[in-house]
């Protein structure tokens, strides 16, 4: 049975022993888009290191708002920076090859992943120019069917959610006093115009969880459509395989 106090207490002395070990004094960079998760990364921080020490940076891109960053961070106490990313992102858009012997066709899988490793290296810009540690806000259920970009919104110096469901995460959310509406915050990518995750995906989230946890196996073309995604997506999880030479 999950104790999501015991776990939250858990995960604030968690990441208090990690920056005493890998950043002792450091602030915790991170990137709050109004969901959730970052919501809740940037509370469990501020109450393992202390409100000073915790920085959430907001990066909307063209067409998109701060999603309530700026209220987020004002309710918490927190430090807050807004950078925002359009000119940097239409750059990367605009890539060419100048040796003029290949035309470069930016795919649509392409082109969604830019504004997340966009944001990351914003994220690490700030980290090494306010004393800081980048935080990975990701959850088991979005790792588990692959519903992040790989050197984007998954990488960062530690993870506090990465074996956390999204049902687990909202518990912990509440315990910390999150107010419910970030916390029950149907999520989406921000995006004008865009559906919310579930719809997307075409399941819900809370059937993903019971099925991650072994306590319910949905039906057949729903079971077979996250293994699929599952499989498809494990290598986001893994560091990059490497040879090492047989003398050594």
């Given at each position: 049975?999950?104790?999501?106090?015991k776990t939250k207490d858990d995960l604030v002395l968690w990441i208090r022993n990690w920056f005493e070990k890998n950043g002792p004094g450091c602030n915790a960079i991170v990137g709050v888009s109004g969901g959730k998760d970052s919501t809740i990364v940037a509370a469990l921080c501020k109450e393992a290191l202390g409100a000073d020490r915790v920085?959430?940076?907001s990066m909307?891109?063209?067409g998109q708002g701060v999603h309530e960053a700026d209220e987020i961070c004002k309710h918490l106490g927190i430090r807050y920076l807004r950078i925002p990313i359009e000119e940097v992102t239409a750059a990367m858009?605009?890539?060419h090859d100048t040796a003029g012997t290949e035309a470069i066709t930016l795919s649509d899988q392409a082109?969604?992943?830019i504004p997340p490793r966009v944001r990351?290296?914003?994220?690490?810009?700030?980290g090494q120019s306010f004393n800081g540690r980048v935080s990975c806000n990701c959850n088991l259920s979005e790792d588990w069917i692959g519903y992040s970009t790989r050197w984007g919104d998954n990488a960062g110096d530690f993870a506090p959610l990465c074996h956390l469901t999204v049902?687990?995460?909202k518990q912990i959310g509440h315990v910390l006093g999150v107010p419910a509406k970030w916390v029950e915050k149907i999520p989406d990518d921000g995006l004008p115009h865009s559906a919310p995750d579930e719809v997307k995906i075409g399941f819900a989230y809370a059937t993903l969880d019971k099925y991650i946890r072994g306590e319910e196996v949905p039906e057949p073309a729903t079971r077979e459509k996250i293994d699929r995604m599952h499989e498809r997506n494990l290598f986001k999880l893994n560091m990059p395989e490497s040879f090492v030479p047989e003398e050594i």
């Amino acid at each position: 049975m999950f104790n999501a106090q015991k776990t939250k207490d858990d995960l604030v002395l968690w990441i208090r022993n990690w920056f005493e070990k890998n950043g002792p004094g450091c602030n915790a960079i991170v990137g709050v888009s109004g969901g959730k998760d970052s919501t809740i990364v940037a509370a469990l921080c501020k109450e393992a290191l202390g409100a000073d020490r915790v920085i959430g940076v907001s990066m909307p891109d063209k067409g998109q708002g701060v999603h309530e960053a700026d209220e987020i961070c004002k309710h918490l106490g927190i430090r807050y920076l807004r950078i925002p990313i359009e000119e940097v992102t239409a750059a990367m858009f605009r890539i060419h090859d100048t040796a003029g012997t290949e035309a470069i066709t930016l795919s649509d899988q392409a082109e969604q992943n830019i504004p997340p490793r966009v944001r990351m290296a914003v994220l690490y810009a700030v980290g090494q120019s306010f004393n800081g540690r980048v935080s990975c806000n990701c959850n088991l259920s979005e790792d588990w069917i692959g519903y992040s970009t790989r050197w984007g919104d998954n990488a960062g110096d530690f993870a506090p959610l990465c074996h956390l469901t999204v049902t687990e995460v909202k518990q912990i959310g509440h315990v910390l006093g999150v107010p419910a509406k970030w916390v029950e915050k149907i999520p989406d990518d921000g995006l004008p115009h865009s559906a919310p995750d579930e719809v997307k995906i075409g399941f819900a989230y809370a059937t993903l969880d019971k099925y991650i946890r072994g306590e319910e196996v949905p039906e057949p073309a729903t079971r077979e459509k996250i293994d699929r995604m599952h499989e498809r997506n494990l290598f986001k999880l893994n560091m990059p395989e490497s040879f090492v030479p047989e003398e050594i």
